[in-house]
T-cell receptor
Framework: KQEVTQIPAALSVPEGENLVLNCSFT??????LQWFRQDPGKGLTSLLL?????REQTSGRLNASLDKSSGRSTLYIAASQPGDSATYLC?????????FGTGTRLQVFP | DAGVTQSPTHLIKTRGQQVTLRCSPI?????VSWYQQVLGQGPQFIFQ???????GRGNFPDRFSARQFPNYSSELNVNALLLGDSALYLC??????????????FGPGTRLTVL
């Protein structure tokens, strides 16, 4: 059974810092791993999708990496801004299951 | 282009009642997935449908059911509501080609409160 864990659960940092959010999964037989952000009470916005054959994806200040052998993915946020404040979720997709982590709640203060 | 739409946005029901939630996918998307998100937790997978067939199911009781229509829209039904069913219900659509490249796009969700 796939289990997805995100560490840390919460993070508060000053503006401008570079951040690393971690996502661990127990079953390496995944199709892909996707990162989302969620603003309070809202739906999810897709950030990056890493296919099982890929090692990383980049979009602007965001970079996500995938290491299937160790069961880990990291989301790197460069030069954080107050607008980055949200909950960040990772999701793994296996044969017929889509499993989310519990999320990292990020607050970036000016 | 319109994104994924869900209706209603908010809903209040009492225990024992039944509820139907609706989702319209992005034009051209053939797969719809449903998730339940309890406050403070990550979304839990309920169902995935593709071309009107169930492709996957999470660990939810039989009180939860869903279907997908020929136009690829979907309904989620929950019978005999319990207090614990109070949550944000999220719908996501994707092309449905499966495999690694199927990015999911989420709707804004339906907030269900059971009293």
């Amino acid at each position: 059974k796939q289990e997805v864990t995100q560490i840390p659960a919460a993070l508060s940092v000053p503006e401008g810092e570079n951040l690393v959010l971690n996502c661990s999964f127990t079953d390496s037989a995944i199709y892909n791993l996707q990162w989302f952000r969620q603003d309070p009470g809202k739906g999810l916005t897709s950030l990056l999708l890493i296919q099982s054959s890929q090692r990383e994806q980049t979009s602007g200040r965001l970079n996500a990496s995938l290491d299937k052998s160790s069961g880990r993915s990291t989301l790197y946020i460069a030069a954080s801004q107050p607008g980055d404040s949200a909950t960040y979720l990772c999701k793994s997709e296996n044969t017929d299951k889509l499993i989310f982590g519990t999320g990292t709640r990020l607050q970036v203060f000016p | 282009d319109a994104g994924v739409t869900q209706s209603p946005t908010h809903l209040i029901k009492t225990r024992g009642q039944q509820v139907t939630l609706r989702c319209s996918p992005i034009s051209g998307h053939k797969s719809v997935s449903w998730y339940q998100q309890v406050l403070g937790q990550g979304p839990q997978f309920i169902f995935q449908y593709y071309e009107k067939e169930e492709r996957g199911r999470g660990n939810f009781p039989d009180r939860f059911s869903a279907r997908q229509f020929p136009n690829y829209s979907s309904e989620l039904n929950v019978n005999a509501l319990l207090l614990g069913d109070s949550a944000l219900y999220l719908c996501a659509s994707s092309l449905g080609t499966s495999g690694p490249s199927d990015t999911q796009y989420f709707g804004p969700g339906t907030r269900l409160t059971v009293l």
